[in-house]
């Protein structure tokens, strides 16, 4: 018995159907699985000095420019080639302890958080040079930063970074020149109070390496108000020519400088620079060199203990006393104070020179004025000012009064009548007494008294001469006078007047000083004194008695 081989036909269509497909997808490209990209690079970094010239014991600024150049070793993605050349936390730092000169840095570490490639950063780091040789130095900069080194990526990975640290040291080379160099290496307590001038003084020193010939030193203020010279004729600059100055001379230069009166307390600088020629004969500037001057406040002074004599209307010789006072710490000489004028007010000694005034001394002034009639009683203000001189013998005077207000007085005479005697009866003449006192504060001469009488009282001696009479004297002027018979027993009103010499030789006359004159009756005891009609009038009717007793 034979067998037949029999196929399906279900079979072989899936088998034509499975050829035709691996036909078409072996026409389609396929990604590699395992392919990957690297991208790898590094920063570049370098350092440079635009101007690394300086000179020797000063005060430097070493400029540096930091500037990252970056490679690429291996490229890819943009973003990612510039990752790679980042440096990233750099840190610069100047290493003083490997610089081979007297150079001290007086900046620390500095740090650049980014600097990526192609960008350039500028820092700047303070230096003190020392007494270092002309010549050129090796400055040691170190460099620290982060970076990406390596990125690798993939469309069916994820991205990778391989990172470093680097460290690194460049060299900038700087030069100490041959030249000369000026420094301030002394100065005075250069102060002067304002409205007043005084000296300057400092001491310049060449600290550099060569002399400096032809040399001429400049000072200069642009501050208002503060000048040199004195003040009739300031200015801005002043300079003093030296010829020249070897290395490490020292020499002193003085002016004298000023103030106006609106400049404020402080201190304000002044500036100093060199004018020199080179080695070659060249004219050439030394840097701005830089002190101050102290202004104090404008110089006061202070009226204490005023008092006042005669202060009243109607007093020629009225006097003000008390003491100036300087306050201030220095000593003014030859110092005068004035008393200002004032409208209504003569001054008949205005002016008190009191000598030099050392720091808080004091010293009695004394003034004397004429006070009219018609002046008003009440406080006045008055004022004063002093001049004075300073240590260079110019005169100032104080551009603000010292201002005080006085009490004036009302008018007041300088005599007083203090007591009257007298027995003059109705009909008869007597002595009369006044006393009189004086209450002025100077001694008067050729004092005279005349008394002024009227009905019923009469003067047949109505003068009395004084002579010289002393403060709070009192003195005796005596009178004759008569009463008529019909005066009644009582005072009737007189007055006197006091002429006198003041001691400038000035006549003066005391107002109109009221005296009561007292009537008495009379003493005797005999026959009354009666008028004359009464009396006739008596005598006949006494005399008719008698004729009719006879009868």
């Known amino acids: ?79 990612y080639e510039q990752e790679v050349q980042t440096a990233r936390n750099m840190r610069i730092e100047v290493l003083e302890d490997r610089i081979d000169a007297p150079i001290e840095v007086k900046t620390g570490s500095q740090i650049v958080s980014r600097l990526a490639s192609g960008g350039t950063v500028p820092l700047q780091y303070q230096l003190e040079i020392g007494d270092a040789k002309p010549g050129t130095y090796r400055i040691p900069v170190k460099i620290s930063y982060e970076h990406t080194r390596a990125i690798t990526y993939g469309p069916y990975r994820d991205t990778e970074r391989a990172r470093s640290q680097q460290d690194e040291i460049k060299y900038i080379t700087i030069t100490i020149e041959d030249k000369p160099q000026f420094s301030i290496v002394e100065t005075d307590t ?64 003085s002016t004298q400088v000023g103030a106006s009166t609106d400049v404020s307390a402080g201190t304000y600088p002044i500036a100093v620079t060199a004018e020199y020629e080179n080695v070659n004969g060249i004219p050439e500037t030394s840097d701005r060199l830089q002190t101050g001057l102290i202004i104090k406040s404008e110089r006061k002074f202070t009226l204490q203990g005023l008092s006042t004599t005669d202060f009243r209307v109607d007093e020629p010789e009225a006097t003000i006393q008390g003491e100036i006072v300087n306050p201030g710490s220095g000593t003014v000489r030859n110092a005068v104070v004035q008393m200002n004028q004032k409208q209504g007010i003569s001054i008949t000694n205005g002016e008190a020179a009191v000598g030099d005034l050392g720091p808080g001394e004091a010293a009695p002034v004394s003034f004397t004025v004429d006070i009219p009639a018609a002046a008003e009683p009440g406080s006045q203000s008055f004022s004063f000012t002093v001049e004075y001189e300073n240590a260079d013998g110019d005169v100032l005077t104080t551009s603000t009064p010292i201002r005080k207000s006085l009490q004036i007085g009302p008018e007041r005479d300088r005599f007083e009548v203090v007591g009257v005697n007298t027995s003059v009866a109705p009909g008869g003449s007597d002595t009369l007494t006044v006393d009189l006192r004086y209450t002025g504060s100077q001694p008067v001469e050729n004092a005279n008294a005349k008394l002024f009488t009227s009905d019923p009282l009469s003067a047949s001696d109505d003068g009395a001469y004084l002579g010289t009479i002393e403060p709070n004297e009192t003195v005796s002027a005596t009178f004759q006078v008569s009463a008529t018979g019909d005066a009644l027993n009582k005072s009737y009103s007189s007055s006197i007047e006091v002429r006198y010499d003041e001691q400038d030789g000035d006549t003066r006359f005391s107002g109109s000083l009221s005296v009561g004159v007292p009537v008495k009756e009379s003493s005797s005891g005999g026959i009354p004194f009666l008028p004359a009609g009464i009396l006739a009038g008596g005598i006949v009717l006494v005399g008719g008695f008698l004729v009719y007793r006879r009868r």
């Open 1 to 79: 018995m034979s067998h037949t081989s029999i196929q399906s036909p279900i079979s072989s269509r899936h088998a034509t159907i499975l050829i035709a497909v691996l036909v078409a997808l072996s026409t389609i490209p396929l990604p590699a699985a395992a392919a990957e990209n690297l991208v790898t690079g590094e920063p570049e970094i370098s350092i440079s000095s635009p101007d690394a010239t300086f000179e020797a014991s000063s005060s430097q600024t070493l400029s540096l420019s930091v500037t990252n150049d970056g490679e690429i070793r291996n490229g890819g993605e943009p973003g």
């Open 190 to 253: 250069n102060a002067v109070h304002a409205g007043d001038n005084g000296g300057f003084a400092l001491s310049i020193k060449n600290t550099g390496t060569r002399e400096a010939t032809d040399t001429r030193v400049t000072l200069s203020t642009q501050t208002s108000g503060v000048y040199f010279g004195k003040g009739s004729s300031p200015s801005q600059t002043t300079s003093a020519y030296l010829s020249s100055l070897a290395p490490n001379e020292t020499r002193r230069i």
